[in-house]
């Protein structure tokens, strides 16, 4: 089992900046993708930005030129740094830990971006 801890939410003006940080524990394979994925209300749960574990990185098409997600292997941690916020990216931000086949979820994090 892995859990991960997500923190860094919050509110924020409109073209603002927040971090997500989150902390992956317990069983943590070496080859492993993590990223961030977010949920509005009403809306289906969405890709963010992943990374792998050498550092390839993909990204939503809404968020490129925006938002950055990087890790630290010797952490357990990734994190997105989310920049020029806009409403439409208030929703729910979830942690994901992929490895063997498996997916792993944080409990999320809420960001909300005001007018």
């Known amino acids: 089992q892995v859990q991960l801890v997500e923190s860094g939410g919050g509110l924020v003006q409109a073209g603002g900046s927040l971090r997500l940080s989150c902390v992956a524990s317990?069983?943590?394979?070496?080859?492993?993708?993590m990223g961030w994925y977010h949920q509005a209300p009403g809306k289906q749960r969405e890709l963010v930005a992943t990374?792998?574990?050498?550092?390839?990185?993909n990204y939503a098409d809404s968020v490129k030129g925006r938002f950055t997600v990087s890790r630290d292997n010797a952490k357990n941690t990734v994190y997105l740094q989310m920049n020029s916020l806009k409403p439409e990216d208030t929703a729910v931000y979830y942690c994901t830990s992929q490895q063997l086949s498996r997916t792993y979820w944080g409990q999320g994090t809420q960001v909300t971006v005001s007018s």
């Open positions: 990374i792998t574990n050498n550092g390839r990185t």
């Open positions: 317990g069983n943590i394979f070496s080859v492993n993708t």
